[in-house]
């Protein structure tokens, strides 16, 4: 161990992180092939290899894993030490990496960057975009957002942003074809845009009027996974769509899209900001939660 160096350990530790090369690279900035060669390096030094690699995935062995159980607390415990340094600067430095799906980013985060960004300069913001749900600890991430529903018991939440309210709303000559509906139920047989989640559910759209609350499983000829192109959908007269309200605002004062059922889509508490619970927040976090209180 003598002849291995701290920083080879660093590239050991972002590989099992990632579980992949590639997403190792690009944290470190170099090209795969040259993390893939480093890190043969490394185990001809050790003797023993440390990843089983295929052509679709990168495993650790068992030496990898007894490795990685004990040098993973003493890096966790450096990454602390230096956070704590940010305690004698006049202001917090580092990266921040949050994961996030796209409409939460639009909705909830692009709003505050640039307002963050400038009141710590010394912070930098890495966004990585997932619809999937994703493994913040296991993917390298400080914390991510989300819906309160989704998020492992086990992670520490933040409420961030403001609530938020879904709208059903479809064109004025879609309404003038097919009706207006004035109760949930109605939507059964009119043609919607439908939203399947990654992990293949469909989603049945929710109602709740005086404590009454009602599931819809709507059916219609288009179904898609991405929120933006079921507002596009809606704009060219597809369906009726079920939308955050703050998506479709600019549409319903234009007159291009018409909202129905309103009474029906009460407000959400929102998103959440979580983040596994640690010994020494790092400092870029702190400011990042504290700014979005304040915000």
């Known amino acids: 161990m003598s002849r291995i160096d701290p920083a ?38 050790l003797g023993v290899r440390l990843f089983n690699r295929t052509t679709r995935s990168v ?38 990496r949050l994961n996030m799906p796209r409409l939460c980013a639009r909705l909830v985060l692009m709003p ?12 930098r913001v890495e966004l990585v975009i997932s619809d999937a749900l994703v493994d913040i600890v296991g993917e390298g991430f400080d914390a ?8 492992a018991a086990d992670m520490i939440t933040v409420p961030i942003g403001p609530r938020h309210a879904f709208a059903v709303v479809a064109t004025p000559d879609y309404f003038a074809r097919h009706g207006v509906p004035q109760d949930p139920r109605e939507l059964r047989g009119k043609p919607c845009i439908r939203f399947r989640f990654l992990g293949g559910a469909l ?40 939308l955050f309200e703050e998506q479709v605002r600019a549409h319903l004062a234009s007159g291009a ?8 889509c009460p407000h959400y508490p929102g998103f959440y900001l ?17 700014f979005s209180r304040g915000g």
């Not at 415990?77 to 202001?91: K, M, T, V, W």
């Not at 059916?219 to 991405?226: A, K």
């Open 257 to 264: 899209l018409v909202r129905v059922l309103e009474d029906w």
């Open 59 to 96: 495993a650790l062995t068992e030496a990898g894993g007894r490795l990685l159980a004990r040098i993973g607390p003493a890096f966790r415990d450096i990454d602390d030490a230096i956070d704590e340094l940010n305690s004698f600067r006049d202001r917090p430095a580092g990266t921040l």
């Open 203 to 242: 989603y049945a759209w929710e109602f709740e009027r005086g404590g009454e609350e009602i599931s819809v499983e709507v059916d219609g000829p288009l179904t898609l996974s991405e929120q933006d192109l079921m507002l596009e959908a809606a704009l060219d007269g597809l369906g009726m769509a079920y």
């Open 8 to 45: 080879d350990l660093g590239v050991f530790l972002a590989i099992a992180r990632h579980g992949s090369f590639r997403r190792a690279a690009s944290e470190l900035g170099v090209t795969p092939s040259a993390l893939s060669h480093s890190m043969r390096l490394v185990e001809e030094r």
């Open 274 to 290: 979580y983040y596994p619970s640690r010994r020494q927040m790092p400092a870029p976090l702190r400011a990042f939660i504290d």
């Open 112 to 123: 505050l960057l640039a307002r963050f960004m400038a009141a710590y300069p010394d912070i």
């Open 144 to 151: 991510g957002i989300r819906f309160g529903e989704s998020i």
